[in-house]
């Protein structure tokens, strides 16, 4: 984050003479209260400063680097995951690739009459379903598609950075986003979101815009 001029200076004073209050810092500036607070609010916010009560503001000593990765660590699933684009489990590798042309996605997941999921369809599992010369409304996606507990999940409070990691280590397109319930003692997954290298991708752009407030 880029600071500007006379955050750089308020910054400078807290490093020498703090703890210390806003109106010192404002005297300091010749500047009120009321004027420097705007700034002083960004910087606290953005982890350069923190202010105690009745104490003042200190320099955290954190550098830009380290508040970067702070921020990154922060964005969370839930806050970016997009709906889930699902299919039965009964569909045909047809039904689906017609699914996922409509819903414009690039990997669908595949759910139970009780919308529990069960599997994992990508663009290449249906291309390679689809190189034989079998009749494609005739071929079940349960037969193709990866199937519990082989898919990669995440839960809404994991953080985006663990969901990239994932991404690249199992060279993935996307996850779906779960809840574990228990159901007659065994777990089943609610699918509630998805989340693939598009999400991840806006994450990223809205750090670069707005990582005060990350
Ligand atoms: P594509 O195959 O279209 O490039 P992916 O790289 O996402 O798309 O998928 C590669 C393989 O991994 C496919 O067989 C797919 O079924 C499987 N797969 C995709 N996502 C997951 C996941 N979250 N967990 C486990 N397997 C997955």
């Keep these: 984050m880029e600071l500007n001029e006379r955050q750089e200076w308020i910054v400078s004073i807290v490093k020498e003479n703090g703890p210390i209050t806003g109106e010192k810092i404002a005297e300091k500036l010749s500047l009120t209260r009321a ?76 759910v139970n009459k009780k919308a529990h999921l069960v599997g994992i369809l990508s663009r290449k599992d249906l291309l390679r379903a689809s190189m034989g010369k079998q009749d494609l409304e005739a071929v079940p996606i349960s037969i193709i598609m990866t199937r519990m507990p082989n898919v990669t999940t995440c839960k809404p409070s994991d953080s985006m950075l663990e969901v990239a990691n994932k991404l690249i280590s199992k060279q993935i397109d996307g996850l779906p986003v779960v809840r574990e319930v228990k159901e007659n003692d065994t777990t089943v997954h609610e699918l509630i979101g998805r989340v693939t290298k598009t999400n991840i991708t806006k994450a990223f752009v809205y750090l670069a815009n707005n990582d005060i407030h990350a």
Excluded: H, W
């Design 35 to 110: 004027t420097l607070r705007p700034d002083l609010a960004i910087l606290t916010m953005s982890g350069f400063l923190d202010a105690r009560p009745r104490v003042g503001y200190y320099y955290t000593g954190k550098t830009g680097g380290q508040l970067f990765n702070e921020r990154m660590k922060k964005l969370t699933v839930k806050e970016f995951q997009s709906i889930p684009v699902v299919v039965n489990e009964s569909a045909s590798v047809y039904d689906a690739i017609c699914t996922m042309f409509l819903e414009d996605v690039g990997t669908l997941f595949v």
